[in-house]
């Protein structure tokens, strides 16, 4: 089945303390995306990735880092956590960079501590 | 800067009346318009997307309408059903980089 899975679904976690959410697609596309949702300022993006080893700064990329050494897995990097992070971290991929559907994760929800 | 707006922020229809859903945006230079699904705790389900040179998209009850020179979109729904409840959101891609700008979303409540 063609899907973007993360890992986890749902974490806790304090301030300060590094932590990882895991992206993989099955579909071979280039294109990746991280966006976080909050209420009240909708969905915005955090970073995304062209293809291998080519990512770029979104509209809120302070106190995350990404890398992108496989097609398929693009995990999102917090170094020292922040309760302003608390927030629902969406992945998403498309076949192209644009003119594309993207395709989106179910979610990960973050509480910083 | 682009900025997408989504009006009403709420929704409520008796089952079997057709559903408006309003978008705008500021912006008219943009590549192409996509309406999505979110169920709640659930991502987003990509629903239609518009390419730029189109005016309209249609799959089964859904029916979306893209005017760019007055920067709006509207998605059509006929015929709810209670399984549209959900929240609906527009978002529109820049003429390059694949970046999506989204709109706050109009959560809709079909009740039986």
């Known amino acids: 089945e063609a899907q973007v899975t993360q890992n986890p679904r749902y974490l806790i976690t304090v301030t300060g303390k590094k932590l990882t959410v895991t992206c993989s697609q099955n579909?071979?596309?280039?294109?990746m995306s991280w966006y976080r949702q909050d209420p009240g300022l909708g969905l915005r993006q955090i970073y995304y990735s062209m293809n291998v080893e080519v990512t770029d700064k979104g509209d809120v990329p302070e106190g995350y880092k990404v890398s992108r050494k496989e097609k398929r897995n693009f995990p999102l990097i917090l170094e020292s956590p922040s309760p302003n992070q608390t927030s629902l971290y969406f992945c998403?991929?498309?076949?192209?960079?644009?003119?594309?559907?993207?395709?989106f994760g179910p979610g990960t929800r973050l509480l910083v501590l | 800067k682009q900025e997408v707006t989504q009006i009403p922020a709420a929704l409520s229809v008796p089952e079997g009346e057709n559903l408006v859903l309003n978008c705008s945006f500021t912006?008219?230079?943009?590549?192409?318009l996509q309406w999505f699904r979110q169920d709640p705790g659930k991502g987003l389900t990509s629903l239609l997307l518009?390419?730029?040179?189109?005016r309209e998209q249609t799959s089964g009850r859904l029916n979306a309408s893209l005017d760019k020179s007055s920067g709006r979109s509207t998605l059509y729904i006929a015929a709810s059903q209670p399984g549209d409840s959900a929240t609906y959101l527009c978002a529109v891609e820049k003429a390059a980089g694949n970046k999506l700008t989204f709109g706050g979303g109009t959560r809709v409540l079909v009740k039986p």
């Open positions: 518009i390419q730029s040179s189109q």
């Open positions: 998403a991929s498309s076949p192209r960079s644009s003119g594309e559907t993207q395709y």
């Open positions: 579909m071979n596309h280039e294109y």
């Open positions: 912006d008219s230079a943009i590549y192409n």
